[in-house]
């Protein structure tokens, strides 16, 4: 008897332990399914959404620019090169004149790139190939990529040192193809004079710009033909002199796209006793590293730009920004009304038209004023 019972009791616990182990089994062979099943949804998902993302080729801080939507008589689209306050003047100026001019009947669509050149050219492409009756680009890099874009569209430049330079035209005097504008070359003979003025006698002048600023580089060019001419002005050295060097005179510090503005200022007060800045929107864009070099070093620096000036600089020989907009707007709105045909008149020149000034706040700091040229009416902070 015991021993059935206990035969029974064994074989009971045969089948439990058969059975525990099949429910143990089950689990195991179905999670890697599982596993298996969700990687390939996860992949079938990743598949569906990588051909949008190739679609969507828009990558920049810059919006699209969408379609038209208004019944405006006129559309205009506006390419800033950067944000600062000489671009902005001049658009906000052409933009007021214009529409002084046509009334309601012009709408207008800005875009700043931000010295982004692929962002650029983005943005010139959708306003050449939509509706838009006329473009007008601020700064060299978008009316240079306008200009050669353009297959009809009028292009109307502005904050452009040369536009023959910059190779956008051939010629200031005929520009021919779709686009001209006005040119913003400040007087680099008065520069000149007004670093003499704040230059310690024998030092030299450091010249500081980006190193992809064409307009920058040609202001240089410019300059330094006045001080070859001169032959330095404040060194008592006869004309013709077989041993004058321009570099005794005047010394170029390129600023790198990812250089720091204030390690090569720090590099150029080093070595020479001013600091001549053309206009550049890379650095306009940094006034406050250039205000804080000229107080910390006590380093006379000149600007090309009376916003540049005004926002940190010691002096400037500038044109006018509200002038460079009016301008603008005079061109375009002779274009659209049909006074001018395709093909333009000519560029206006800027460069007698320029004038001087100093800020009287940094002035006091450096105590050192330029009395040669009227000071500045800086906008209070408060």
């Not at 206990?6 to 439990?16: D, R």
């Amino acid at each position: 008897m015991h021993k059935k019972l206990l035969a029974l009791i064994l074989a009971g616990m045969m089948v439990f332990t058969a059975a525990c182990g099949g429910e143990k089994k089950e689990p195991v062979e179905e999670a890697p399914a599982e596993e298996t099943q969700e990687a390939e949804e996860t992949q079938e998902a990743a598949e569906e959404t990588e051909p949008a993302e190739e679609e969507n080729a828009w990558k920049f801080d810059v919006e699209p620019v969408e379609e038209l939507q208004d019944d405006k008589t006129y559309h205009i689209g506006i390419v800033e090169q950067a944000d600062h306050p000489a671009i902005t003047h001049a658009v906000e100026t052409f933009q007021s004149d214009l529409s002084s001019r046509l009334g309601d009947d012009v709408s207008y669509e800005i875009r700043c790139i931000n010295n982004d050149e692929e962002a650029c050219a983005a943005i010139v492409t959708q306003f050449l190939s939509g509706s838009w009756d006329l473009v007008l680009t601020a700064g060299t890099m978008p009316t240079k990529i306008a200009s050669d874009a353009s297959t009809g569209t009028p292009v109307v430049g502005v904050c452009v040192t040369d536009f023959v330079v910059a190779d956008i035209i051939e010629s200031n005097a005929e520009p021919g193809g779709y686009c001209s504008g006005s040119s913003c070359l400040a007087s680099m003979k008065d520069a000149w004079e007004m670093l003499k003025y704040v230059t310690p006698e024998g030092d030299k002048v450091g010249v500081v710009y980006s190193e992809d600023e064409i307009g920058a580089a040609y202001q240089y060019e410019v300059l330094r033909l006045y001080v070859e001419e001169e032959r330095g002005g404040w060194y008592d050295i006869e004309g013709g002199n077989e041993d004058f060097n321009i570099e005794d005179y005047l010394k170029v510090y390129k600023v790198g796209r990812n250089d720091d503005l204030r390690a090569v200022l720090d590099l150029a007060s080093s070595e020479c006793g001013s600091i001549f800045l053309p206009c550049d929107n890379r650095i306009a864009c940094q006034m406050d590293v250039v205000k804080a070099f000229t107080l910390e070093s006590q380093t006379p620096t000149i600007a090309a730009d009376v916003n540049m000036c005004m926002a940190g600089t010691l002096g400037c020989v500038s044109v006018n920004y509200h002038t460079q907009g009016s301008n603008g707007a005079e061109m375009a709105w002779e274009v659209l009304t049909g006074e001018y045909e395709i093909g333009f008149d000519s560029v206006y020149e800027m460069a007698y038209s320029s004038f001087s000034g100093y800020n009287p706040e940094i002035a006091e700091a450096l105590d050192l004023y330029i009395w040669t040229v009227q000071a500045l009416d800086i906008p209070s902070d408060e």
